[in-house]
Each structure stands twice: as C-alpha cells, then as structure tokens.
C-alpha cells in the first residue's frame, strides 16, 4: 500500500480570482480567507453601511457557492457576481433609504466614513458596485462586467459618471485613472 504524496496547489494571481486548486476542485477555504473580508469592505460601502446585510450576503454567496462548487472555474468572480446580486435584490426589496449613521464595525470610525458613503448612496447601484469593484477592490472593467453581467464598455461609462459624481460631492483630482 502506498502512500499518497504530498497535495500540490496552484495558487494563481488575484486577478485570476486569487483561487487555490487541486485536482479535487477549488478550495473555498482559501477562498474565504482570502476573499471575504474584500468583499465584505465591497459591500459594506455597496450597502450603504449596512454591517449586517453585508455579512449576510458574504455568507450566502459562498454558501451558494459550496452547493455549485462543481460547476465554479472561477469562484472569486463568480461569488462577488452572487453577492452583488443578492445585496442588489435585498435592496430593492427594503426600498428604503441607508441608514443616517452606518452601523458600527469594530476599529472603524463611522464618522470617518459617513460622508464617502453618503456620497455612495447618491450614485445608481451599477455605479456604485462598478466603482466599488474597479477603484476599490482592482478588478478590470472586463471583470467587472462579468461580475455585474453588462459590457465592459458600459462599466466605462458607469465609473465615468461615478468618478465625476463623487468628485463633485467630494471633492478631488480632475480626469479619470482609466
């Protein structure tokens, strides 16, 4: 009887989806640990400072992803995709406006980001998730539209209108990055 040698992963480049596979499949672990808190701060800014609806979704979305974990190549991707539309439907369904204060998250100041998500709440949720992605996580505008399901051209305008947006609200540089 022989014994089976050591298990080799392959981590590849965050923006490949910073996955880690084996011959078994991907390890959403690692996954996790790597991925979560990322798109926690996504969306935690995606919903206005909405501590727990963003870890409900953080939860939710690698829990669907555990059930297709066969049928996922790229989990990142796929997981911010799920999450972004969950957040987006519970949204929708509270229809009601982000919260005056953002709830508290332990050793940040809710002040300090009161202002920067009060001029979040101001742009559409595809400029606010576009932004969110592109600027803040360092997803391409191509990822980015596969996350959000639209052309890449269209996440172009979206962080064009947001960008400008925010620097009117904000303050800040002239001209775009992209």
């Known amino acids: 009887m022989s014994?089976?040698?050591?298990?080799?992963?392959?981590?590849?480049?965050?923006?490949?989806?910073?996955?880690?596979?084996?011959?078994?499949?991907?390890?959403?672990?690692?996954v996790y640990a790597e991925a979560a808190p990322k798109l926690w701060r996504a969306l935690y800014g995606y919903t206005g400072g909405r501590r727990h609806l963003?870890?409900?979704v953080v939860s939710e979305a690698f829990a669907r992803a555990i059930e297709h974990q066969g049928a996922i190549r790229r989990p990142v991707p796929w997981i911010y995709r799920t999450a972004f539309r969950i957040a987006s439907r519970e949204l929708q369904r509270e229809?009601?406006?982000?919260?005056?204060?953002?709830?508290r998250v332990p050793g940040l100041d809710p002040a300090d980001?009161?202002?920067l998500l009060g001029?979040?709440?101001?742009?559409?949720?595809?400029?606010?998730?576009?932004?969110?992605?592109?600027?803040?996580?360092?997803?391409?505008t191509f990822e980015v539209a596969r996350m959000l399901g639209v052309s890449a051209a269209t996440v172009r305008v979206h962080l064009h209108r947001?960008?400008?947006?925010?620097r009117d609200l904000l303050g800040g540089e002239e001209g775009d990055d992209d």
């Open 162 to 166: 947001a960008r400008a947006r925010l």
């Open 119 to 140: 001029a979040l709440a101001t742009l559409s949720r595809n400029q606010r998730a576009a932004v969110l992605l592109h600027d803040e996580e360092g997803f391409t």
């Open 113 to 115: 980001v009161a202002e």
């Open 3 to 30: 014994t089976p040698g050591p298990r080799v992963l392959k981590v590849e480049h965050a923006s490949g989806g910073g996955l880690a596979t084996d011959e078994a499949g991907h390890d959403l672990a690692l």
């Open 54 to 56: 963003a870890e409900d």
């Open 95 to 103: 229809k009601r406006t982000p919260p005056p204060q953002p709830d």
